[in-house]
């Protein structure tokens, strides 16, 4: 059984200590990392993030029966090859359905809340993907709203996506 793992206290929002913008993030425990390591000695899917950082948002296509994968593969899950393309996706898309975080944000967003999560549909990829909508308060969002998706810079080196509303 593995040894207790000492985690830090969460301090309320507000509270001296807790950065209320993305860019000057408190550092998380590792175990409490809401984002994924993305360097190339840290994932094979590193490949992902460094379009990401370029603004692309990419997934893997096998090279021999054409799936395409959501999230990104390192190997097809329906015939087992490593032999897989990088293909961008479609940077717009639609709200499918979206609910708001009130309460119990991770760690490093507790100041963050109220904000929007979603699923949304790509315009033109049959993939439905998950994550935040920014661009107007939740109480203002509405299914079948268009979004386009964007690089959020972290603030530690690390870049993910996120959905904005278009208007
Ligand atoms: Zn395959």
């Not at 593995?2 to 929002?13: D, F, I, L, Q, W």
């Not at 899917?45 to 893997?60: D, I, K, P, Q, V």
């Not at 049959?126 to 109480?139: A, D, K, Q, Y």
């Amino acid at each position: 059984m593995a040894p207790p793992v000492s985690v830090p206290e969460a301090k309320p929002a507000g509270a001296p200590g807790v950065e209320g913008t993305p860019k000057t993030r408190a550092k998380t425990p590792f175990l409490l990392d809401f984002f994924p390591l993305e360097t190339a000695d840290q994932t094979r899917l590193y490949r992902f993030y460094e379009r990401l950082r370029e603004g692309r948002l990419s997934t893997t296509r096998c090279s021999h029966d054409g799936e395409l994968h959501w999230p990104p593969r390192t190997a097809c899950p329906t015939c087992h090859t490593e032999e897989l393309d990088w293909v961008d996706l479609p940077e717009g898309g639609h709200i499918y359905a979206f609910s708001a975080v009130l309460a119990g944000a991770p760690l490093g967003m507790e100041t963050e809340v109220p904000f929007a999560v979603g699923l949304v549909d790509l315009d033109g990829a049959p993939l439905r993907l998950f994550g935040r909508i920014e661009g107007r308060p939740w109480t203002e969002l509405g299914i079948g709203q268009p979004v386009r998706v964007e690089a959020y810079d972290i603030g530690d080196g690390r870049f993910f996506y996120r959905f904005r509303t278009v208007d």
